[in-house]
C-alpha cells in the first residue's frame, strides 16, 4: 500500500510490533500477571532483623544437640522425724558423779564387859517391856540393864558375835548373866549346845 521506502519501514515497525504484543499478551494470559512483573529476589528489610528463637521454644532449634538444657534434678523430699519438746535440746554429755565422801559408821562405845554364862528361850510369853516375844528376833533378856540397851555377845570358841537389844528380864539361874533368843544363840553357835559361857560387851 504505501510505496514509498519510509512507509515500508512504517508499515514493517508496525507489524513487529502487533507480533511482540500478541506474544506479551499471549504470556500475560498463560501467568496470569503481567509481563512487566518479572520475580525477583528482594532482600529482606534492614529494620526488621531476625529475632533468634527461643530456647524455650524448641531446644533442638538453633543449638546443637550437646546444648541442649538437661532438665533439672529435684531431690526427693528426706523424711523427717519430729521428737518430743523435751527431745530438742541440744545433747550434751552426762555429768559425771560427784565424789561423794563416806562418812564412817558410827561406832558404838563399850560402857561395860564382862563374861558370864548365856543361855537361850523359845516360848512365847509377854516380855517384861511389855512387847510380844518373838524368838526370831535378835532379843535378850537381862537382869538389870535397862530396856533397849544394844550388847554385843561373842562366843570366844568361835570368835562369832551378835548384837541384842534387851526387852526382857533374866535369867534366874545361879551363874548366868543373860537370856538370849533362839534366833540370837544359833547366831553364835548351836542350839543343841544349850548354855555357854560367852563374852558380852554393853554399847552406849
Known sequence: MFTSPAGIAATAAVG???????TVGAVQLASGEPADSAPALVDAPASSPAV??????????????????SPTVTA??????????SRSKARTAAPKPAATTKKPAPTSTVVDSGSC??????EGQL???????NPDELTAAH?????????RVTNP??????????????PFIEGRCIDLSRAAFATITSVDVGALTVKYEVLG
Not at 554364862?117 to 523359845?122: I, M, R
Not at 516380855?127 to 516375844?133: D, L, R, S, V
Open 16 to 22: 513487529v510490533a502487533l507480533v511482540v504484543g500478541g
Open 52 to 69: 533468634p528463637a527461643s530456647p524455650s521454644a524448641s531446644p533442638s532449634v538453633g543449638l546443637p544437640p550437646s546444648a541442649s538444657p
Open 76 to 85: 526427693s523430699p528426706k523424711a523427717t522425724r519430729t521428737q518430743a519438746a
Open 117 to 122: 554364862g548365856a543361855s537361850f528361850y523359845d
Open 127 to 133: 516380855t517384861a517391856n511389855g512387847e510380844n516375844f
Open 143 to 151: 537382869k538389870t540393864l535397862p530396856f533397849n540397851t544394844k550388847v
Open 157 to 170: 570358841a568361835n570368835g562369832k558375835s551378835v548384837t541384842v537389844r534387851i526387852n526382857d528380864r533374866g
